[in-house]
């Protein structure tokens, strides 16, 4: 049963009273009475908060079990039909699934159908995809096989227009591989005759090159017999004239080499007697050299060694005493240096 809802029973004004009431008030310091006064209207709001917390309290106890029971009935209906409305969810699927199955079967085979006709109608384009270098012969049996492929709507169905396209497509393509083929083959083998001809020319030039060659180191074996006979000869002459020059250089040399040696002999002859007069004269003119000037010398000798018997004087002078000193030490060393010396001029 359907139960009306009320709102909680409390009038407007009372609500606005209290705003009007204690919306502005404020406590100043130590002021009591203005304390009091809050105090009042923080109990009056509660007093209303309370007594509405009270009416929901109980209008919501009953709410609350009625819930509950509406809960417990929904699980207890649902658990007596759930059976009934999944066995009939399985039949639903069961037929569901069948028809799905007929269904994809049937995009299955008209896949394949498609499949297998699209590699048919490939195995055509492939009668065009052939290697460049095949041979025309060849290429002419594929013409004739693909000829023999048959398009009809049976087998190609709806794509039998396109199977004849590309037939007629393999076959353009075919045929002019073909023509291009044989010329090909026309011009290698064009070639290849010319390359046999001048092949067997080529041969033909190397046989009478190898004779006239032949023929050429025969004369050329020749000329060189011939050339060696004369240079033989040639050196044979050659031989016999440096042997007579030879002789005759030996022999004008051994008579130069005489006369050579007779003329040695007298001018060491002559040498030696020149160079025993020039020593002679050198020894003459140095003894009369010598003698020339023994008379200086000795007046030399006897002048230098008269210093030596000089008395020295008396001198008051220290430094001039010092002096004296040294040249009487020393004037013996320069009267022997002196007539050495002397000698030495006299025996130059």
């Keep these: 049963m359907e139960t009306q809802l009320v709102p909680y029973d409390i009038e407007e004004a009372t609500i606005t009273a209290l705003q009007t009431k204690y919306s502005d008030i404020t406590i100043l310091p130590d002021d009591k009475a203005a304390y009091a006064m809050v105090m009042s209207g923080l109990r009056e709001c509660r007093d209303i908060r309370l007594a509405c917390d009270e009416w929901h309290k109980t209008n919501k106890a ?54 297998n006709i699209r590699e048919k109608i490939d195995a055509i384009r492939g009668f065009s995809n052939i290697p460049q270098t095949m041979p025309a012969a060849r290429i002419e049996e594929l013409m004739t096989e693909l000829i023999t492929v048959l398009i009809d709507d049976e087998t190609f169905q709806e794509f039998a227009d396109e199977a004849q396209a590309a037939k007629i497509e393999a076959s353009n393509i075919l045929f002019q591989m073909k023509q291009a083929r044989e010329k090909f083959e026309q011009e290698q083998a064009a070639a290849k005759a010319e390359a046999e001809r001048l092949e067997k020319i080529r041969k033909e030039q190397e046989v009478a090159t190898a004779k006239i060659k032949a ?27 440096e042997r007579i020059d030879r002789t005759e250089f030996e022999r004008k040399a ?53 210093h030596g018997q000089i008395v020295t004087p008396v001198f008051n002078d220290q430094s001039i005493c010092d002096l004296a000193s040294w040249f009487e030490s020393n004037v013996g060393t320069l009267i022997d240096e002196a007539i050495t010396k002397a000698e030495d001029i006299q025996n130059d």
């Design 62 to 115: 009953w709410i609350l079990k009625a819930g509950k029971h509406y809960d417990a009935e929904k699980r207890r209906v649902h658990g007596l039909i759930e059976p009934i409305e999944s066995s009939l969810k399985s039949a639903r699927q069961a037929e569901d699934d069948r028809i799905e199955a007929i269904k994809q079967e049937k995009i299955r085979k008209e896949e394949v159908r498609v499949q």
């Design 254 to 306: 051994k008579e130069e080499a005489k006369i050579q040696a007779d003329k040695d002999a007298k001018e060491a002859v002559e040498r030696k007697a020149k160079e025993k007069e020039e020593k002679e004269r050198r020894e003459a003119e140095k003894k009369a050299k010598k003698e020339a000037r023994r008379p200086d010398k000795e007046k030399f000798e006897i002048w230098v060694q008269s």
């Design 215 to 241: 023929e050429q180191e025969a004369i050329e074996i020749e000329k060189r017999k011939l050339q060696e006979e004369k240079d033989r000869i040639e050196r044979e002459k050659r031989e016999e004239q």
